[in-house]
């Protein structure tokens, strides 16, 4: 099917449900595939760099639980 036919073919499936469930999963899918973003080549070295260190136990981790703790302190400041 050619992608002229499949959007076509969407559009029409679209128009008849009226699962509001079925039309976020729809939207949610599109939303996520026509987003992009710009990451530097620098940026992209870092993060697989500090991924590796990580998945080697070389950088600690924060639970969120440890988180909420710190920050519901600083709030109360």
Do not use: C, P, W
Not at 14 to 39: C, G, H, M, Q, R
């Amino acid at each position: 099917m050619t992608a002229l036919a499949l959007k076509k073919q969407i559009h029409k499936a679209i128009d008849l449900t009226s699962d509001e469930s079925i039309l976020e999963a729809v939207y949610t899918i599109l939303n996520k595939t026509n987003s992009s973003f710009d990451i530097s080549d620098h940026d992209l070295k870092l993060i697989e760099s500090r991924k590796k260190q990580f998945l080697k136990g070389e950088l600690g981790s924060v639970s969120l639980k440890d988180i909420r703790k710190k920050a519901s302190k600083q709030l109360k400041k």
